[in-house]
């Protein structure tokens, strides 16, 4: 990874609506592109449920943390960055960029429910 700064997402998306929520991801992905970040990934749910350490615990798994219901799975997704000033760079004309384009879908609603989606920014401390 050439990267040293990444936003990292986790959420469940409803599995009704995962064409809709690709759709979105897939122009989403083109405008961080577009806008200068090194690497975008959205990435869907397939193995989740850890299995027992050698001590017989089991670490929490994405679909608790994400609080997925039956008919959810859950999303891990990140964009690579080389700094965080350049995630902020590329983020804040991104978010314009999203402003203009779609200043007539005000009433949109989002395929999943925003307000249990988890977000940060992580600096890179190893990379390999």
Known sequence: MTGGYVDGFMF????????AYTKMAKDAAKAWKKFGAISYYECMGEDLEPKAGPDGKKPRSFMKAA???EDEV???SF???KNR????QVNTKVMAYFDKKYADMKD???PFDVRRMAYG???A????
């Not at 469940?12 to 064409?19: G, Y």
């Not at 000033?85 to 902020?88: K, N, S, W």
């Not at 401390?125 to 390999?128: G, I, N, P, R």
């Open 79 to 81: 964009i690579v960055f």
């Open 121 to 123: 920014g992580f600096k």
């Open 125 to 128: 401390e190893v990379k390999a």
């Open 108 to 110: 949109f609603t989002m």
């Open 67 to 69: 609080a997925a219901k």
């Open 12 to 19: 469940a998306v409803p599995k009704k609506n995962t064409a």
């Open 74 to 76: 859950v999303w891990f």
């Open 85 to 88: 000033a350049h995630r902020d």
